[in-house]
């Protein structure tokens, strides 16, 4: 009797209390994620319900209501994103999302970034209380004041080459003598190496894809995933993006340099390379020493030396694009004096029969930038030619 009776008073309890919904946030980028100061990423917020949309999304990012910036479409009630609603049709491609789950509210903002360093907080609560936020860090990357600034940085990756992949190669590629392996590895010899572990969203165990992908981006993904992270709609390309470091440097140091000055760079950083540095630099060092005491010498005779700045005029802006070694023969008279480390001047002297400028340059010799200018200023008044009026 006493247990029948307990029965019937948890199931009258059991039916007196109402089922209530449950509001289920997800934010993002996720918690605990790292960014660079000026790093793109895209904010999701997903908030999902059992007895339809959630209403009243709201985001705030760092305390700043964010509500109002949601690219997504007006849905339920005119909330934009209520109701699983996509952007517009007329969007931008690059802000285009699909529709999600009708029974979702939604906020998604493209490339957003803070240029300081610090506490990066993403907030989001819906009407019915329900509340979600997720925390991270940006940090700076850029050299502040005068310091040096680093350059030719390499960072070399290698997915699943732990301790255990490493002795297997040794032992593999160099034998086995007195018990241990009988010689390094390459990657062995570098002057730092580390070992790094991470997890994807949806596993304790990554594949090559979230992985790499965390390392040049800070943030984490679900495998079979890189460089976005995981969202509630079916359109698999329109997930939100984190940007990559390499695509930041390319924005923000990029346009600061043309192709040809990247190509220089990449000649320069190869023949600097430990393989080449004295098959190319070292020999090259010599050659400079040479035409350094040639050039020396032809100054115990004269004061300044007078010779074209270019072997042809000027050409039409594009027209050697596509064509770097014709360039480069260009200056084929202006380099010996930047490899004899001596002053020079270029002075332009008129036009070509096709309207083109033309132009000679004077050499002075080491230190004698004075007479070089003296010299150059006696020659532009006896020529009498004014690139600015002709």
């Not at 009776?5 to 946030?25: H, K, N, S, W």
């Not at 849905?75 to 009708?102: C, K, L, S, Y």
């Not at 079916?234 to 997930?239: E, G, L, Q």
Request: with cysteine; charged share 20%.
């Amino acid at each position: 009797m006493r247990l029948a009776t307990v029965m019937t008073v948890v199931f009258a309890c059991a039916g007196v209390l109402p089922a209530q919904a449950e509001t289920r946030i997800r934010i993002m980028p996720p918690d605990g994620g790292v960014l660079a100061a000026g790093q793109r990423v895209d904010v999701r917020v997903e908030a999902t319900g059992d007895a339809g949309p959630p209403r009243g999304l709201t985001v705030l990012i760092n305390g700043k209501d964010v509500t109002s910036l949601n690219l997504l479409a007006a849905g339920v009630g005119g909330e934009r994103g209520a109701g699983g609603t996509g952007t517009d049709a007329g969007a931008p491609a690059a802000h285009r999302a699909g529709a999600a789950p009708p029974g979702s509210s939604n906020f998604l903002l493209r490339g957003f970034s803070l240029t300081a360093a610090g506490p990066l907080r993403i907030e989001a609560r819906t009407a019915d209380g329900a509340r979600a936020s997720v925390g991270l860090n940006v940090e700076r990357w850029q050299t502040p004041g005068p310091a040096a600034a680093a350059k030719n940085v390499i960072l070399l990756l290698g997915d699943g080459m732990g301790i255990v992949h490493r002795t297997a190669a040794r032992l593999m590629s160099r034998g086995l003598q007195n018990g241990k392996a009988a010689g390094r590895l390459a990657m062995d010899t570098l002057d730092v190496t580390g070992l790094v572990m991470t997890a994807s969203l949806n596993s304790a165990i990554t594949d090559s894809s979230p992985g790499m992908a965390a390392y040049s981006t800070g943030q984490k993904n679900s495998n079979n995933q890189e460089g976005v992270f995981p969202d509630n709609t079916a359109d698999p390309f329109d997930n939100p993006r984190i940007e990559y470091l390499g695509e930041l440097l390319r924005r923000t140091r990029g346009r600061g340099f043309g192709p040809e000055v990247k190509r220089r760079i990449m000649l320069g950083t190869y023949v600097l390379s430990a393989g080449y540095y004295d098959a190319y630099y070292r020999r090259a060092m010599r050659v400079r020493e040479l035409i350094r005491r040639e050039v020396r010498q032809a100054f115990r005779d004269v004061d300044v030396i007078l010779l074209p700045t270019t072997p042809t005029p000027a050409w039409t802006l594009g027209e050697k694009r596509q064509n770097p070694l014709a360039m480069y023969l260009s200056d084929i008279f202006t380099v010996p004096a930047n490899l004899a480390g001596l002053p020079a001047i270029s002075l332009p002297v008129g036009l070509s029969e096709a309207g083109l400028p033309l132009a000679v340059q004077l050499w002075g010799d080491l230190h004698a930038d004075a007479a070089l200018l003296s010299a150059a200023l006696q020659l532009e008044a006896a020529i009498g030619y004014d690139a600015h009026t002709s």
